[in-house]
């Protein structure tokens, strides 16, 4: 089983797409942060969108979390700017 | 608790009638409706909105804003709220935002309505793209909403990351 991997916002924009899986045979980062690196690490658009630089929110299955929360297979792991509403 | 994300309008009035209409010991409905301004003072130079998009985290969102609801009632003396947020395409003037709360007296429906707007502010995921003659543009968070919510004892950590 993947991770499910959501994007919204101006990082939606960014990366050219709303959702994507990290497959299971790619082996899951086991943190929030770990799954952003292996992202950044596949080069552009990623490596730009969730550079360190950018602050991003994270939320694991619908919580905003610290980076360090942990994730396993058949998480949701999003990846937005913060938020603006009201 | 009534919390729903909509493209369509709503009407102020019956939204605050229904709040209450089953309990005879409101004795307080207060409300904040939040529009859409035509202008911004964000930049340097103040700009013309002539609209805006908003966009949302289906699912997430409505959890979110129900996970507020129940701590303002864990906080104040409240009895019900009644959240709507819109999203999708939105002009200047339109309604975007409605949050009222009922309690008994008007000090703590004040203060739960306030509190709920702060934490929304900073914690619900909405996204706002505003319109101007120069094109669209992601609105940035503002620290000054982090500090809002701080006064009821809560970390933000929105625009400061």
């Not at chain 1, 089983?1 to 994507?20: D, H, K, L, N, P």
Request: charged share 20%.
């Amino acid at each position: 089983m993947s991770i499910t991997i959501r994007y919204f916002a101006g990082v939606r924009e960014a990366i050219g797409c709303a959702v994507e899986a990290w497959p299971a045979d790619a082996g899951v980062p086991s943190t929030a942060a770990g799954v952003r690196e292996a992202l950044v690490a596949k080069g552009q658009p990623w490596s730009m969108a969730l550079a360190s630089d950018q602050v991003l929110r994270i939320a694991v299955n619908h919580q905003i979390v610290d980076a360090s929360q942990v994730v396993a297979a058949g998480d949701e792991v999003a990846f937005f700017p913060p938020v603006t509403g009201g | 608790m009534t919390v729903r994300i909509q493209t369509q309008d709503f009407d102020v009035s019956t939204e605050l009638a229904a709040l209450h209409a089953n309990n005879l010991q409101v004795g307080a409905v207060c409300s904040f409706v939040g529009t859409v301004r035509n202008w911004s003072k964000q930049e340097p130079n103040a700009k013309d909105i002539h609209g805006m998009t908003l966009e949302h985290y289906p699912g997430m969102t409505e959890k979110a804003i129900e996970a507020m609801v129940v701590q303002a009632k864990a906080r104040f003396d409240m009895f019900d709220a009644v959240v709507i947020h819109r999203v999708g395409a939105l002009l200047a003037g339109d309604q975007i935002v409605l949050v009222a709360v009922t309690s008994t007296h008007r000090h703590e429906s004040f203060q739960a309505c306030e509190f709920l707007m702060d934490y929304l502010k900073t914690q619900a995921p909405f996204w706002k793209k505003e319109h101007t003659a120069a094109g669209a543009q992601w609105v940035d968070a503002r620290e000054v909403d982090d500090a809002a919510l701080a006064r009821w004892g809560i970390n933000a950590s929105n625009a400061g990351g």
